[in-house]
């Protein structure tokens, strides 16, 4: 029950990525709900599910998306995994948490992703890429993770309850 | 060490690693179509997207409404004054439509476009990173659309479609760092090829490279597509030059482009799906 809720949650996110958030740009830059999602998931969840998520996450912005496929599937399995490990430490998950790892993550994806596709290539400046377009989307990303946060523990809280019942 | 490796969930990730490696392996070999599972997520998608962009275009109607009523009271002042000012916008208006003729005729797109077989399709989601410039339309191999079919609109060339779906396409637009299209200077006729970095494309540019140093490009030359590359055709407009700049070893110049093509409020695009050729 909880795999189909994930999986409909990325569904909605990534659809609602490339449409609405277009418009919703900060700076320049859209959120990163994709993973954002990883994030929260992992955080709550642990490594095995986080890494499932991310897996699923990635499988889904490779096939929606430009560039070399399995690239973002990569990336947010490990994500999602290591992240996870984390989440026995945080146990009372607060907002800040879920704020600093997801500053965290998409910073780092962004700079793989950055080094791999655009500075090996000699296609731009490291600064511009920085300031430019890797803060905003962190900071932006950050932002999100908070209320998306909150609603991945209100729903693990329902369906925990369902199947106490 | 051996308690790692005796690890079930250590063993799985590091199985689906390989079959990830393996896959993106086999994805940079150059395929002609998507497998059923991309084409089945792309199906999926798609409608989501195609309904939350026409929602955000209803929102975005619904809100410009009011807005526009607080500034009609304005507006309306404003506008008894420029009545003063028609016959001068006239005048200009008669400037800009020779203009407009003299560029047409220049570039004789009219009536290349004529022999060309086109289909409109409406632009419904944009990639999901901040990396790219690509965006998906709402036709696919359903419509007669192919990979490799180059997308313009009135205004100029857009890009190229670089996979397809039954009912959806993925265009790379030439703003993409990683898009190349041959282009020629319309004054000139001298041959360059324009391409984008990360910097430029974020400002919705694009540079026109392999300039000899002797070509005399000038800011406002027209640039359009050269049809060296096999997926553009010959003729399409590309941009303006905006300015020049020597390259860093000097023995080159390149310019700064300005797309014809408004690439932040792209909707409706068309594909090449016929050439005059065939």
């Given at each position: 029950m909880k795999g189909l809720i994930y999986t409909v949650l990325a569904v909605i996110l990534c659809a609602l990525q490339t449409t609405v958030f277009e418009t919703l740009r900060v700076f320049g830059a859209r959120a990163n709900l994709m993973m954002a999602l990883v994030v929260c998931v992992a955080l709550t969840r642990g490594s095995f599910v986080g890494g499932a998520i991310g897996l699923?996450?990635?499988?889904?912005?490779?096939?929606?998306?430009?560039?070399?496929?399995?690239?973002?599937?990569?990336?947010?399995?490990?994500?999602?995994?290591?992240?996870?490990?984390?989440?026995?430490?945080?146990?009372?998950?607060?907002?800040?948490?879920?704020?600093?790892?997801?500053?965290?993550?998409?910073f780092t994806y962004n700079l793989i992703y950055y080094f791999f596709v655009y500075y090996i290539w000699g296609k731009g400046g490291m600064w511009f890429a920085i300031t430019k377009i890797i803060i905003p989307e962190c900071l932006y990303t950050a932002v999100i993770a908070v209320p998306l946060q909150k609603l991945i523990i209100a729903v693990n809280r329902h369906l925990d309850i369902k199947q106490e019942r | 060490m051996r308690e790692l490796f005796t690890n079930k969930y250590f063993i799985l990730l590091l199985v689906i690693t390989i079959l990830l490696l393996v896959i993106t392996a086999l994805y940079t070999a150059d395929r002609k179509s998507v497998t059923y599972g991309e084409d089945l997520v792309g199906a999926i998608i798609t409608p989501f997207q195609a309904l939350f962009t026409s929602a955000t275009e209803g929102i975005r109607n619904f809100s410009g409404y009011f807005s526009d009523i607080k500034e009609l009271r304005e507006k309306n002042k404003e506008?008894?004054?420029?009545?003063?000012?028609?016959?001068?916008?006239?005048?200009?208006?008669?400037?800009?439509?020779?203009?407009?003729e003299r560029l047409r005729g220049m570039l004789a797109l009219k009536d290349t476009m004529e022999d060309y077989g086109l289909v409109a399709a409406e632009v419904i989601a944009k990639d999901s990173g901040n990396w790219f410039n690509s965006f998906t339309i709402n036709k696919g191999s359903a419509d007669n659309l192919a990979v490799r079919q180059a997308v313009i609109t009135s205004g100029g060339l857009v890009g190229h479609i670089y996979e397809i779906g039954t009912n959806w396409a993925k265009v790379i637009s030439i703003i993409d760092a990683n898009s190349s299209v041959g282009a020629v200077i319309a004054r000139t006729r001298d041959i360059a090829v324009v391409e984008s970095d990360v910097e430029l494309q974020n400002q919705?540019?694009?540079?026109?490279?392999?300039?000899?140093?002797?070509?005399?490009?000038?800011?406002?030359?027209?640039?359009?597509?050269?049809?060296?590359?096999?997926?553009?055709?010959?003729?399409?407009?590309?941009?303006?030059?905006?300015?020049?700049?020597?390259?860093?070893?000097?023995?080159?110049?390149?310019?700064?482009?300005?797309?014809?093509?408004?690439?932040?409020?792209?909707?409706?695009?068309?594909?090449?799906?016929?050439y005059p050729e065939e």
């Open positions: 699923l996450c990635g499988l889904i912005t490779d096939v929606m998306g430009y560039g070399t496929f399995g690239v973002n599937s990569i990336l947010m399995l490990y994500t999602g995994v290591c992240i996870g490990f984390f989440s026995f430490k945080f146990y009372r998950i607060r907002g800040i948490v879920a704020v600093i790892f997801s500053i965290f993550a998409v | 506008m008894a004054e420029q009545i003063n000012e028609l016959s001068n916008t006239v005048r200009k208006l008669e400037q800009y439509k020779l203009e407009n919705g540019l694009c540079k026109m490279t392999y300039i000899g140093k002797n070509v005399s490009i000038m800011s406002g030359d027209i640039a359009e597509t050269s049809g060296l590359g096999g997926i553009y055709p010959k003729g399409i407009l590309i941009g303006k030059v905006r300015e020049i700049r020597p390259e860093t070893a000097g023995i080159s110049q390149y310019a700064i482009l300005e797309p014809a093509v408004d690439f932040e409020r792209i909707s409706t695009v068309f594909v090449i799906t016929r």
